[in-house]
């Protein structure tokens, strides 16, 4: 049984940073991508980024893209989501997902591709 268990979230004013972490376990995430979504109250789960469980290589959504970066210890078995330049529009509830068809060529954003999730963890932004 794949557990994803999200920390990291807390409060934080309009331009610090954040570090969350997603630990894995329950599997092998050797061919899987691990992705990390939000979502803000009244509004749609949105993609934040990806990366493959092998290789390392990422995707990162246009509005984080400069400013937040994914990374994985495979020691660990855990995926971090750095978050600089916090605006208050980041706030959100901040879900790690894992995407156990990744094929090592295309990320996908749709929440529907990710089988396993997180329970949460929440981003508040102070302006």
């Known amino acids: 049984q794949v557990q994803l268990v999200e920390s990291g979230g807390g409060l934080v004013q309009s331009g610090g940073s954040l570090r969350l972490s997603c630990a894995a376990s329950?599997?092998?995430?050797?061919?899987?991508?691990m992705g990390w979504f939000r979502q803000a109250p009244g509004k749609e789960r949105e993609f934040v980024a990806a990366?493959?469980?092998?290789?390392?290589?990422?995707y990162h959504s246009d509005s984080v893209k400069g400013r937040f970066t994914i990374s994985r210890d495979s020691a660990k078995n855990t995926v971090y989501l750095q978050m600089n330049s916090l605006k208050p529009e980041d706030a959100a509830v901040y879900y790690c997902?894992?995407?156990?068809?990744?094929?090592?060529?295309?990320?996908?954003?749709?929440?529907?591709?990710?089988?396993?999730w997180g329970q949460g963890t929440q981003v508040i932004v102070s302006s």
């Open positions: 997902a894992a995407d156990p068809y990744y094929g090592g060529r295309y990320f996908y954003t749709s929440r529907d591709r990710y089988d396993y």
């Open positions: 329950g599997r092998t995430f050797s061919n899987y991508a």
């Open positions: 990366i493959a469980w092998n290789g390392g290589k990422t």
